[in-house]
C-alpha cells in the first residue's frame, strides 16, 4: 500500500539553527500539507501546498518556516532559526486532489530543539 | 472558525466492554469528518471518514461512527474493546483540499484486564 515517508523520524537541533524536515507524498497525490504537535497537545495544521504554492497557512506558519517541493517527489518544511517552543513532532500528509478524500500521513519527525 | 471538541481527555474501558468517544464539531458548511489513532511514537492511522450518505460508517478494526448533523456530534464506538485499542483517539474536521484538518485535543483510552 503506498504511503507517506518522512526523515528523518528524530532530529535534535541547537537553538537557532536551520533545519529541514523531509517527506515523500503518495505518488499521484496533489495536496501536501505539514501539521504540528507539541508534546500532549492536538494535531495543529501548518501549511498545505498545491501546485507547487502555499495553499493556505495558519497563524503558527510564520516567517521562520517555509516550504518547498525541490523535485518531484520531496516536499520539505524548513524552520529558519529554530527555537525551544518548535520542539514537536511534525506530520506530513498529502491527499489525491481537490475533491475532498482522507489525508494520509506520514509516520512524523520529532523534533527536539535543545 | 471551524472547532472540535472531544469532551474526555481520559477514558478507562474494561477489555470485551463497549466503547463511545465523543466528538462535537463547529463547521460552516457540510462537513467532512474523521477519526484518526494514534499509539505511542507513532503517526495517524485513519480508522473512518464521513463524506455523506448514510450517517452510520464503518472502519476498520471493529470502529464505528455516527453522523448526527442535529447535534453536530461524530461519536466513535465499538462494541468489545482488545487491549490494542489503547491508544490516543483523534477526530478532526475538514473541507476541501486546501484547507487542512482542525483536530480535536484527543481522547486517551486506557484499557484495563
Known amino acids: 500500500e503506498p504511503e507517506v515517508t518522512q526523515t528523518p523520524s528524530h532530529q535534535v537541533t541547537q537553538m537557532g539553527q536551520e533545519v529541514i524536515l523531509r517527506c515523500v507524498p503518495i505518488?499521484?497525490?496533489?495536496?501536501f500539507y505539514w501539521y504540528r504537535q507539541i508534546l500532549g497537545q492536538k494535531v495543529e495544521f501548518l501549511v498545505s501546498?498545491?501546485?507547487?504554492?502555499?495553499?493556505?497557512k495558519s497563524e503558527i506558519f510564520d516567517d521562520q518556516f517555509s516550504v518547498e517541493r525541490p523535485d518531484g517527489s520531496n516536499f520539505t518544511l524548513k524552520i529558519r532559526s529554530t527555537k525551544l517552543e518548535d520542539s514537536a513532532m511534525y506530520f506530513c500528509?498529502?491527499?489525491?486532489?481537490?475533491?475532498?478524500?482522507?489525508?494520509?500521513f506520514g509516520q512524523g519527525t520529532r523534533l527536539t530543539v535543545v | 472558525a471551524q472547532s472540535v471538541t472531544q469532551p474526555d481527555i481520559h477514558i478507562t474501558v474494561s477489555e470485551g466492554a463497549s466503547l463511545e468517544l465523543r466528538c462535537n464539531y463547529s463547521?460552516?458548511?457540510?462537513?467532512?469528518l474523521f477519526w484518526y489513532v494514534q499509539s505511542p511514537g507513532q503517526g495517524l492511522q485513519l480508522l473512518l471518514k464521513?463524506?455523506?450518505?448514510?450517517?452510520l460508517v464503518q472502519g476498520i478494526k471493529g470502529f464505528e461512527a455516527e453522523f448526527k448533523r442535529s447535534q453536530s456530534s461524530f461519536n466513535l464506538r465499538k462494541p468489545s474493546v482488545h487491549w490494542s485499542d489503547a491508544a490516543e483517539y483523534f477526530c478532526?474536521?475538514?473541507?476541501?483540499?486546501?484547507?487542512?484538518?482542525?483536530f480535536g485535543k484527543g481522547t486517551h483510552l486506557i484499557i484495563q484486564p
Open positions: 500528509a498529502s491527499t489525491p486532489g481537490s475533491g475532498y478524500t482522507e489525508a494520509f
Open positions: 505518488s499521484n497525490h496533489l495536496y
Open positions: 501546498f498545491y501546485n507547487n504554492e502555499i495553499s493556505e
Open positions: 463547521y460552516g458548511a457540510t462537513p467532512y
Open positions: 464521513y463524506f455523506s450518505g448514510d450517517t
Open positions: 478532526a474536521v475538514g473541507g476541501r483540499g486546501a484547507d487542512g484538518l482542525t
